[in-house]
């Protein structure tokens, strides 16, 4: 299996950035498709960013200017750059990947912890 682990959330005031990282753990298998979703108190989780093996890329509209999502494949690891923080992107912000494990061809999705990210006003 593999585990997602994510680090960089914290406390920002507005028009501050943080940068998340999300890096998967073991060897032989390759994303497919890295994203970030987040999740505010009584909201439904949504999508933030995502990136395909072929560096395409896809933003929520609210954040379409102000995150920049990337990835480093030789470290597994998925970022997400957050400049120009609102109080509105407040939320636990999770990652995903979708993937395949070279061996034997099988396809894999994983769900990081989380981490929080609060805005102050």
């Not at 994510?6 to 005031?13: A, D, K, R």
């Not at 999300?22 to 949504?46: D, L, M, T, V």
């Not at 034997?104 to 769900?111: C, E, K, P, Q, T």
Request: with cysteine.
């Amino acid at each position: 299996q593999v585990q997602l682990v994510e680090s960089g959330g914290g406390l920002v005031q507005a028009g501050g950035s943080l940068r998340l990282s999300c890096a998967a753990s073991g060897s032989g298998f390759s994303i497919n498709i890295g994203g970030w979703y987040r999740q505010a108190p009584g909201k439904q989780r949504e999508l933030v960013a995502a990136i395909t093996s072929g560096n395409h890329t896809n933003y929520a509209d609210s954040v379409k200017g102000r995150f920049t999502i990337s990835r480093d494949n030789a470290k597994n690891t998925v970022y997400l750059q957050m400049n120009s923080l609102k109080p509105e992107d407040t939320a636990v912000y999770y990652c995903n990947a979708q993937g395949i494990y070279s061996s034997s061809g099988r396809l894999f999705g994983s769900w990081g912890q989380g981490t929080q990210v609060t805005v102050s006003s």
